[in-house]
């Protein structure tokens, strides 16, 4: 008898807890023929504003040990060539498509949100107020009061599924975590990347052409497994947690801590197959461990 995969995130249900991360997988299309897409539990789209972004300067990805940093400055189309021309592609596959979205101001997080909202093929909507690589003194969840008034004004603005994505480069991430909560989130991804930077002793210059950049990949889980456990034990909402998946092994670890669900990011550029398979490497976990049900992972770490 094949486990149970199944997970609820909000009023979204997934056939499985594996899904790829905001900004690593394109709008799906890029990984055509070379991904089994429709074997994921949801896909998690590049992040989407009101109006078309250049994004920052090149270079704008750099390897580091155990990761990359990328300062690739939220380039996208804008949010009416996203719904015409890059979500039909999505529409053959039969899984939920999360749309994330960021803005510079609340009024256009609340905008995206509405105008989102009557797209029946987005089945839910990941506030990204957390990405490192935007020029701004301050990111709106690296404050309680902040992170409350953005996700209250996409929450009045839409009925689907609110995801509010939030950033490990603060003091108290599980405050923040309840604040999203009580304004009405209905999950919470985490963690965004790591601020980071890579430097050239040669040339003394930064190896990234904006200066700073976000660090992921298997050098930043050991982090995104802390914030995961403080953050499940804050909050009584679902965790989709990221942060350096690498394997099935490592899905397991990131559901112990408290995670419902997972997003696979930086392993995409390793492996396109990565996070399908995951998948498959989770089921057959559960079926060496005599676990019927994977929703029985979730938070169960010994301590």
Partial sequence: MKPKLEVKIGKLKLKNPVTVASGTFGYGSEFDGTADIDKLGGIVTKTITLHARVGNKPPRIIETPSGMINSIGLENPGVEKFIKDKLPFLQKYKIPVIASIAGETIKEYSELAGRLDSVKDIAAIEINISCPNIKTSKLFSQDENSTGEVVRAVRSATKKTVITKLSPNVTDIGGIAKSAESAGSDALSLINTLKAMSVDAKTRESRLGDVTGGLSGPAIKPVALFMIWKVYHRVKIPIIGMGGIMSPSD????????????????????????????????????????????????????V
Avoid: R, W
């Fill in 251 to 302: 899905v397991v670890e990131f559901m112990l801590c408290g995670s419902t669900a997972v997003s696979v990011g930086t392993a995409n550029f390793v492996h396109p197959n990565a996070a399908a398979e995951a998948v498959k490497g989770l089921s057959q976990y559960l079926k060496n461990e005599k676990i019927k049900d994977v929703n029985k992972l979730i938070g169960s770490l010994k």
